[in-house]
């Protein structure tokens, strides 16, 4: 993907990326920090572990790396949770630039995560960044991925239905289905209706909860067999 990308100050004072030829974020204008941990430390993560008193493995599941926001808060979470062992894969066709990401390393959530090793782990290796949080990076598009088994939690992160529509068709969704552990849950900020009928074609139970500000709902779902 060779589109310009700017840094965006977003309403809760944590940074962002903007496209500017595609009119689009990594994260929410209304506050990028706000908004991940909102949905995908919240309603994803600390959902699936107290809703079933999780520990052992917790195999995570991101599409997008981006700037690396979603992982760097799931590995500092889990550092006060010694008895989850957490391999965290994520695939991503754009690796942003030790130049663009360094623009976050002084941010908070930054500051607190084992921020520069996550993003200077090599791709395509499992590394371990913490005592319980390894890391395997893939450069790879999701159509192209081949798909895990195993899954426990997906953070579906893909650019907006109006950019690329394709990652929230019934395809991608019945693979993200198809990768998930009976009780497995997939979470993501979209909340438009056709994603949570695909959610549900694909065989899983769908919560609508409220969504970060700037947005009325996000999607939870969760396989039951
Ligand atoms: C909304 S941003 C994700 C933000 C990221 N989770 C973070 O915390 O910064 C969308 C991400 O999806 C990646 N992406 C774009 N096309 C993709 C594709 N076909 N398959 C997988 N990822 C893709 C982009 O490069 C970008 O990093």
């Known amino acids: 993907m060779l589109v310009k ?8 004072n944590s940074k962002t990326l903007h496209l500017p030829e595609l009119d689009e974020q990594y994260h929410s204008k209304h506050g990028a920090l706000t908004e991940a941990e ?13 809703s079933t008193a999780y520990s052992g493995d917790l195999n995570v599941f991101e599409l997008g790396f ?35 990401y360094s623009l976050f390393c002084e941010e908070s959530w930054a500051l607190k995560a084992p921020f520069t090793a996550l993003h200077e ?42 950019v690329q529509a394709q990652l929230w068709e019934s395809w991608a969704l019945q693979k993200c289905a198809d990768m998930m552990n009976p009780e497995g849950v997939w979470v993501s900020y979209c909340a438009k209706g056709s994603v949570r009928r695909g959610l549900q074609e694909a065989g899983l139970s ?5 969504g970060p500000p700037g947005k009325r709902e996000l999607l939870r779902a969760t396989k039951i067999h």
């Open 206 to 210: 769908v919560e609508r909860l409220p």
């Open 121 to 162: 782990a090599p791709w395509g290796e499992t590394v371990a960044i913490s005592p319980n949080f390894s890391l395997l990076k893939i450069h790879t598009t999701f159509e192209d991925f081949r798909a895990q088994k195993g899954v426990d939690l997906v953070f579906y992160d893909a650019f907006g239905p109006r």
């Open 5 to 12: 990308v700017e840094i965006l100050t977003t309403a809760d």
């Open 66 to 100: 981006g700037t690396g926001m979603n992982a760097a808060l799931t590995a500092t979470y889990l550092a006060d949770h010694p008895e989850i062992n957490c391999n965290y894969t994520v695939i991503d066709p754009f690796i942003l630039s030790a130049q663009q």
């Open 38 to 50: 909102h949905v995908y430390i919240k309603a994803g993560l600390q959902h699936r572990l107290v």
